[in-house]
């Protein structure tokens, strides 16, 4: 198995005979990136200064910036069923899409509309709000905003608009019952249908099984991470914390979120000053990237979070090459 990790230091490709792990390859050095998506022997890295590609296996890059006019890139996904389908999510808030392999982008101007109207923010940054995540179903895609809700396409990413459980308005209070928390960091929908989806927030665990139109509250707390179990919606393993960076931990639920428990075998947690970042699917587990740069894997129904590449450090997300981010 070969996996992309995007580092704050440049990329790295990593290789596993299902013993051990080494790094391979590195590019992109001395650029932090972001986010990372690999298919089709193509390799996109999105940084906070544009989008680089690569097409062989990490050997080489190119910029693939054009028509991104917003080059802080937070997040990137591929359409699952489209090749040279992608899609960018960028700090301030903003959508791009690319219908060639990124060699062209196109801005969604209705996305930065909403932003303006709003008034979306980061409370670390100065910029209007950012987008952060995606998940695709058919032609349905949801992004994730942080601070500002949850936005949804009927057209593959070509248009997009607010759910209707999601105001726009960047309140971090607790939202009314229904209404989703506005602090959006991630979005996830269940294969068995477009309109079961879930989201990680600055206010808790969220689930909507009418594609965003009203939302329960799973779990009140802090967190920006889920899996789900692509066998049973009722599976589901999140990274809930006390609040920002700190009590971090990981929890599953296999009644659809009504009871929990922590799962953290090779883990030292609850962590006092890191949590979970991103989990990602990969091969037949699961990726954990912890927001102090660590880098954690674990199968399911087993969850020994073993550190891959103990050296390596300072990941913001990994891919596994061939597959989704």
Sequence with gaps: MTISVATRTGILICDTDNTRWQVVRRGLEGQHVTSVIAREGVILAGTMDGIFCSEDLGQSWFEASQGLHQRHVRW?????????????????????????????????PEVEALRDQHDWFLPYSPEAGCVRGFAHHGDRVYGAVEVGGLLRSENG???????????????????????????????????????????????????????????????????RAAWWDPAD????????????????????????????????????????????????PVQDGVAAVLSNGELRLALPDEWQWETPLPEVQNVDAVTQMGEAA
């Design 157 to 223: 990413g070509e248009q997009w608009r607010l759910v209707g459980g999601s105001s726009g308005n960047p309140a971090m209070g607790q939202p009314a019952s229904g209404r989703l928390h506005a602090d959006v960091h991630s979005v996830y929908v269940h294969p068995h249908s477009k309109d079961d989806v879930l989201a990680a927030t600055g206010g808790g665990l969220f689930r909507s099984q009418n594609g965003g139109e009203s939302w329960a509250h799973l779990y009140r707390c802090y967190c």
């Design 233 to 280: 919606p009722d599976h589901i393993v999140f990274g809930p914390a006390h609040s920002v960076d700190r009590g971090g931990r990981i929890e599953e639920s296999h009644d659809g979120g009504q009871s929990w428990e922590v799962i953290g075998d090779g883990l030292d947690a609850p962590w006092p000053r890191h949590m979970v970042e991103r989990l990602t």
């Design 76 to 108: 990137m996904s591929y359409h699952p069923d489209i090749s040279d389908f992608e899609l960018a999510g960028t700090e301030p808030a903003g959508v791009f899409v690319s219908r060639n392999g990124g060699e062209n982008w196109q801005g969604c």
